[in-house]
């Protein structure tokens, strides 16, 4: 199954669509103004499916992902060196590729791919397609690219932040 998000610019509030392979609206974002990222995810028959939510006191970045009230995965940001490493706990699930560029790939514990995310360039915002293994949980899969999203949001805005500051 694949998946297209296109997020929108100059947004005040994260919100945005996300479309199947004949460009028909299958999941709608839409992020809360808060001190921390809280993203909710609704199916078209306006049901919330997934909410992500941002730590608030964390030293590195980290997010939650629920789904039913219940968390299913935590993604961090690990502290390395040279490149950055990232860790998706409670699902078994690991990132190879290359994630500033948004070209990686989710695998499971017996390292099957799960998904695959591409993202287009030279698009008006920010396209991304998701690539989903059939025997993957599609909501599963959408928020957590959407916390690993943030969570390079995050990396990039304090990185922009420490550059001007010096």
Do not use: C
């Not at 994260?14 to 709608?28: A, I, L, R, S, W």
């Amino acid at each position: 199954m694949k998946l297209f998000i296109k997020q929108k610019v100059f947004s005040w509030k994260d919100t945005f669509t996300v479309k199947d392979e004949e460009e028909n609206d299958v999941y709608y974002v839409e992020g809360e103004i808060a001190f921390t990222h809280k993203l909710h995810i609704f199916n078209m028959d306006n049901e919330e499916v997934a909410f992500v939510r941002q730590e608030f006191f964390a030293l590195l970045h980290k997010y939650y992902v629920e789904i039913d009230g219940e968390e299913v995965a935590e993604i961090q940001r690990k502290l390395s060196l040279f490149t950055p490493k990232y860790e998706i706990n409670g699902l078994g699930w690991s990132i190879e590729g290359e994630l500033f560029e948004h070209d990686y790939t989710i695998l499971d514990e017996n390292g099957r791919i799960v998904a695959e995310i591409t993202k287009e360039w030279f698009t008006w915002g920010d396209s991304y397609e998701l690539d989903i293994a059939d025997f993957a949980d599609p909501v599963i899969v959408l928020a957590v690219v959407i916390a690993i999203d943030a969570v390079l949001a995050d990396q990039q805005s304090s990185a922009a932040a420490s550059s001007i500051n010096n």
